[in-house]
């Protein structure tokens, strides 16, 4: 186990609630650290960005007085995403914010940068950062990350190519620091098999936006319900990196699935936030759905307390399987 820092001693259960574009908001992220185990969101969903401050506010407040009624289980830590990808103008923005407010946890994704990741250990905050490859992991690393997030095959969102077992495998075989594995995680049996790999933690997204607390459409939700892996593609059109989406946000938006051109990263702009125009007029998140292949696990809309209470309550009877 590589958790050694005391923010990580706050897990209950080991699990990252992937930060989703639009979706993750407050009441998500409040119910996900009260459950054990961390929340997350992305900085680009508080809109205007003067909401951020506001988003950090209510939710140390809410959990403060969580701890202080439930001291024999503490809330988990929450986490903060920046996309440090260039098109983001709001980066310098965000950033300061996060280190004015010390948030424990700073995940980046979309690009590594030195000046980023100083500025959260200033403070003493741990950056994670997202990568799909072992050459991604190895810039992360020299660039002073402090721990990966491991996105693998069948991850929701934007999302690699590699095989769980490969990519953690190599990953390991340099690397001893934070682990995350990402890549259709729906269920407490896969939490275990992810730290049976080599990981220290699962991060799970798609399965957190069938919720209530969830900021998505009935009709999202409702499609992660009915959902399994077969209804997913991969694809960079949208974004310009690829990635796994519903097909049935596809063909709503009239775009066949059979036949979707290619795009380049240069398409990618976050100047506008998580809701910028895509390829094709659609827009990204908004209206064409990301989601895992790991949604066929999930069969009801449910609060994600009782969500992560499901995914405990498998984890130990897989442990049992096994020990028995």
């Known amino acids: 186990m590589s958790l050694e820092a005391p923010v990580w001693q706050r897990l209950r259960f080991p699990v990252i609630a992937a930060p989703l574009f639009i979706i993750s908001n407050p009441d998500l992220v409040i119910a996900q650290c009260k459950a054990g185990i961390v929340g997350s969101f992305p900085a680009l969903n508080a809109r205007p960005a003067s909401a951020l401050q506001e988003w950090i506010d209510r939710i140390r407040s809410e959990l403060a007085i969580y701890d202080a009624a439930h001291p024999e289980a503490p809330s988990a830590p929450f986490a903060v995403n920046l996309i440090v990808h260039r098109s983001n103008e709001r980066l310098d923005h965000d950033l300061e914010v996060c280190v004015r407010n010390q948030v424990p946890l700073v995940i980046?994704?979309?690009?590594?940068?030195?000046?980023?990741?100083?500025?959260?250990?200033?403070?003493?905050?741990?950056?994670?950062?997202?990568?799909?490859?072992l050459d991604h992991a190895r810039k992360a690393i020299a660039k002073g990350a402090d721990g990966l997030v491991a996105v693998a095959a069948?991850?929701?969102g934007h999302a690699g190519r590699l095989s769980p077992f490969a990519l953690v495998s190599e990953i390991r075989a340099w690397f001893d620091g934070p682990l995350a594995l990402s890549g259709?995680?729906?269920?407490?049996?896969?939490?275990?098999?992810?730290?049976?790999?080599?990981?220290?933690?699962?991060?799970?997204?798609?399965?957190?936006?069938?919720?209530?607390?969830?900021?998505?459409?009935?009709?999202?939700?409702?499609?992660?319900?009915?959902?399994?892996?077969?209804?997913?593609?991969?694809?960079?059109?949208?974004?310009?990196?690829h990635g796994n989406y519903l097909v049935a946000s596809l063909t709503a938006a009239g775009i066949d699935p059979a036949n979707i051109p290619e795009s380049d990263p240069s398409k990618m702009n976050f100047s506008d936030g998580p809701d910028s125009k895509a390829s094709g007029g659609a827009k990204a998140w908004s209206t064409?759905?990301?989601?895992?292949?790991?949604?066929?696990?999930?069969?009801?809309?449910?609060?994600?307390?009782?969500?992560?209470?499901g995914l405990i309550a498998d984890y130990n009877q897989a442990k049992a399987r096994l020990a028995g």
Not at 108 to 119: K, M, P, Q, Y
Not at 202 to 210: C, E, H, P
Request: aromatic share 8%; charged share 10%.
């Open 288 to 309: 064409i759905w990301g989601a895992g292949q790991g949604i066929g696990r999930v069969s009801a809309i449910v609060p994600a307390g009782e969500f992560v209470a």
């Open 108 to 133: 980046t994704s979309l690009g590594a940068r030195t000046d980023v990741n100083e500025a959260i250990h200033s403070y003493g905050g741990i950056v994670l950062h997202d990568i799909i490859s």
């Open 154 to 156: 069948g991850a929701g």
């Open 184 to 241: 259709a995680i729906s269920t407490g049996s896969g939490v275990l098999a992810a730290q049976a790999m080599g990981a220290d933690v699962a991060y799970i997204g798609s399965a957190f936006i069938a919720t209530p607390e969830a900021n998505a459409h009935e009709a999202y939700k409702s499609a992660i319900v009915e959902g399994a892996a077969a209804d997913i593609i991969y694809t960079n059109y949208f974004t310009g990196v």
